[in-house]
């Protein structure tokens, strides 16, 4: 029964390899969120879909790419993976864009 | 930077005791929200509180917003060992474009309370 879920929660991969995070959220929310947590717990927004439609996208490398299957899913794929992207991803979810947001418990991705 | 500070960078006390944490921005918001971070787990939202409200409550946390000053804190009163984490403060900018829905976090307080 949990609200926003992501997949794996724990990601360990070599430098140069491709990976995806699957994130789902059971709450009904229009708007999802991918968001990125350094070693020091700043939390930066990364991307933010609302009903299918990409409405932020901040500077990121474009080896990141989000997709959204549907208003319950927001996905990130990382091409060609580098020892900076090792953080840990949160997906979050928000009934519209200025609610508040229910965050799943993250994804460590740890580069090799 | 939209980013502001957010202090102390970390907070210790004694179960019972208060805890204040406080938030700055350098630019007009349309909400400030804050958040608990548990360790190894995701974000908890706690408080919002719009750029027209002065104070609100739920439970033992209050939190007060001085648009004048850009600043907002968090008091959490008559803490328990449970409380001890990470809390963030969100500050909600923009009226559309490319800022629209976004939060900006601080890097939070850490807070621990012993028993």
């Known amino acids: 029964d949990t609200a926003v879920s992501q997949t794996p929660k724990y990601l360990v991969t070599q430098m140069g390899n491709d990976k995806s995070i699957k994130c789902e959220q059971n709450l009904g929310h229009d708007t999802m969120y991918w968001y990125k947590q350094d070693s020091k717990k700043f939390l930066k927004i990364m991307f933010s879909y609302n009903n299918k439609e990409l409405i932020i996208n901040e500077t990121v490398p474009n080896r990141f790419s989000p997709k959204s299957p549907d208003k319950a899913h927001l996905n990130l794929h990382i091409n060609s993976l580098e020892l900076g992207d090792s953080a840990v991803y949160f997906c979050a979810s928000s009934p519209a864009v200025n609610q508040p947001q229910h965050f799943g418990d993250g994804t460590r991705l740890s580069i090799l | 930077s939209q980013q502001g500070e957010e202090d102390p960078q970390a907070l210790s006390i004694q179960e019972g005791e208060n805890a204040t944490m406080n938030c700055s921005y350098k630019t007009s918001i349309n909400n400030l929200q804050w958040y608990r971070q548990n360790s190894g787990r995701g974000l908890v939202h706690l408080i919002l509180?719009?750029?027209n409200e002065r104070e609100k409550h739920s439970g033992r946390l209050r939190v007060t917003l001085d648009t004048s000053k850009k600043s907002s804190s968090l008091l959490i009163t008559a803490s328990r060992a449970a409380d001890t984490a990470s809390y963030f403060c969100?500050?909600?900018w923009g009226a559309g474009g490319t800022s629209y829905g976004k939060l900006t976090f601080g890097q939070g307080t850490i807070l621990t309370v012993h028993p």
């Open positions: 969100a500050r909600r």
């Open positions: 509180i719009r750029s």
